[in-house]
């Protein structure tokens, strides 16, 4: 009896002493054990969340300027409207997530919460799209009198789709940020090995994920209707919350830590007033609280008190489709799909860097993860200039062979670019997950993990910028510039990939200078 009650008081010091280093607990809000919970196992189910609801979403957003025509009868000009800013709030709506779940609620409530709202979108955009009242009549806005027969969606109707579709973004922007930070949750600060094998494993399952997007539901979509694809996107959501749910007696949860504000101001203050201060080169002289001797050289652990303060491949796409796609004399790759190729490379490519790369790196750089989040956000800075110049090349000879000598080239030409861009994409996006969730302020990995995704964003817009200043600029007195015709023969997106080319080579300089200031 003694030695029972002497156990169970020894555990319980055990738990107290987890939560003190971890601040985690379990479901029931005790301390969570290191024997139970935690680590690849709980994040497992998390990994499974995050592969259906990127299949959900993808799948959705692939066809979405479609059903806005076809069945709503937007204008299109309208209809690129509301896709691009469905797209854009998903992505802002990351940093309310991130708050959210920082401030007062926690990642799995937030996850838990939110990823019902989305999974009620996706169930009533299936309604919309299949029962007829709840739809204008059907016509054919292809048309030439289709803007005078077809009737545009409007009251009950628009506000039904509106109202379906801005519920899968509000849920999808914050369920987002909080699944890679819940995940990555169930590693302590000194698991940098397991950590970033973690990070390797979520963008492999957002791979997955998107490669069934694009492939088996955009056939679904296309053979057996928007309303039976919509409904698929819901059962993948259900069947990631069912995943995500399973895992709760094994997640180890970091209660809020109340209002993000104040240490983002304390952040400002300190400096402020440290902005003259110079780190010691003897890392002994730094003063502070820590577990082990300081680096300024590299980003503070979380677990230490600190005292001293993708759209992705559109244009690439548009070259495709101007291509053979014919695989067979019968079977023909859909346009939609053409987008599933890197990330077909990119199922086989993230397990080979994680089992290969990372161990072989680890030897020179004794770095945990192979290299450092920097150097990797470098490295694929570096490697998608030669994406770009791979693709120059390869839309010059397109064109001259299509121009020239009438012939049109196989699809598979744009393979290179495809598979450099892919190994690029995963060394950078990665290497921001991983930057942003390991930066020292304390309880805030959300919300800084879904800087992330709004950066996404800020993409998308200035990608828009970018090709209208690009065709400003290289118009001619005809008003034609490099990318103002829709026929890819006539334009000179070879020039447009130069030009990327040239930017991209000066990023990996100041990825280079950050690795040096952090």
């Given at each position: ?27 029931r809000g005790r301390p969570s054990n290191p024997n139970k919970h935690g680590g690849m196992r709980a ?20 066809n979405l300027i479609s059903y806005v025509i076809n069945e709503m009868h937007f204008s299109l000009s ?441």
């Open positions: 009896m003694e030695r029972s009650r002497m156990q169970e008081e020894e555990h319980y010091n055990k738990g107290e002493r987890v939560y003190e280093e971890t601040g985690s607990v379990d479901w994040a497992a189910f998390v990994l499974g969340l995050q592969g259906f609801e990127i299949m959900g979403i993808a799948a959705v957003g692939n309208k209809s690129a409207n509301t896709v691009t800013n469905f797209i854009g709030t998903v992505f802002i709506l990351a940093l309310f997530g991130g708050y959210l779940s920082d401030s007062y609620l926690s990642s799995f409530s937030t996850i838990l919460i939110f990823a019902f709202l989305e999974l009620s979108g996706f169930i009533l955009l299936s309604l919309q799209a299949h029962l007829p009242q709840l739809k204008p009549p059907q016509c054919n806005m292809l048309s030439d009198s289709g803007d005078e027969q077809c009737v545009e969606a409007k009251g009950m109707q628009a506000l039904i789709f509106f109202l379906a579709l801005y519920l899968v973004a509000l849920g999808s922007g914050c369920v987002k940020p909080n699944m890679i930070a819940h995940g990555a949750h169930q590693f302590n600060p000194n698991q940098s090995k397991k950590l970033s094998t973690y990070f390797n494993s979520a963008y492999f399952a957002f791979s997955m994920g998107e490669l069934v997007a694009l492939t088996l539901l955009v056939y679904v979509q296309t053979h057996s209707g928007m309303d039976v694809g919509f409904g698929v996107s819901a059962a993948a959501m259900a069947m990631g919350l069912i995943s995500f749910i399973s895992g709760a007696f094994l997640y180890k949860n970091k209660p809020p830590q109340g209002s993000i504000l104040t240490p983002i101001a304390q952040v400002f203050v300190a400096a402020t007033l440290k902005r003259k201060h110079v780190c010691p080169t003897d890392p002994v002289m730094s003063h502070g609280i820590y577990h082990k001797e300081p680096n300024c050289d590299e980003p503070i652990s979380n677990s230490y008190e600190n005292p001293h303060p993708t759209e992705r491949f559109r244009h690439s796409v548009q070259q495709g489709s101007s291509m053979n796609s014919k695989l067979t004399e019968t079977f023909q790759i859909p346009p939609a799909s053409l987008q599933a190729i890197p990330y077909i490379m990119l199922i086989f490519i993230v397990p080979l860097y994680d089992i290969l790369f990372v161990p072989f790196a680890r030897k020179i750089t004794s770095h945990e993860s192979g290299i450092t989040p920097l150097q990797r956000i470098g490295t694929g800075l570096f490697l998608a200039t030669f994406s770009m110049i791979s693709a120059a090349l390869m839309e010059k000879k397109r064109r001259n062979a299509a121009v020239n000598e009438n012939v049109t080239l196989s699809i598979f030409w744009i393979t290179p670019q495809f598979l450099i861009f892919g190994i690029s994409e995963m060394f950078t996006a990665v290497g921001l997950l991983e930057f942003f969730y390991k930066q020292p302020l304390k309880g805030m990995q959300s919300f800084l993990t879904a800087i992330t995704y709004c950066s996404f964003s800020f993409g998308f817009f200035l990608s828009s910028v970018l090709v209208t200043l690009v065709n400003k600029a290289s118009s001619d007195s005809s008003g034609a510039g490099w990318l103002s015709d829709n026929n890819l023969n006539k334009d000179k997106l070879d020039h447009f990939y130069w030009l990327l080319a040239v930017q991209l080579h000066q990023l990996p300089q100041l990825s280079l200078l950050g690795n040096m200031v952090f």
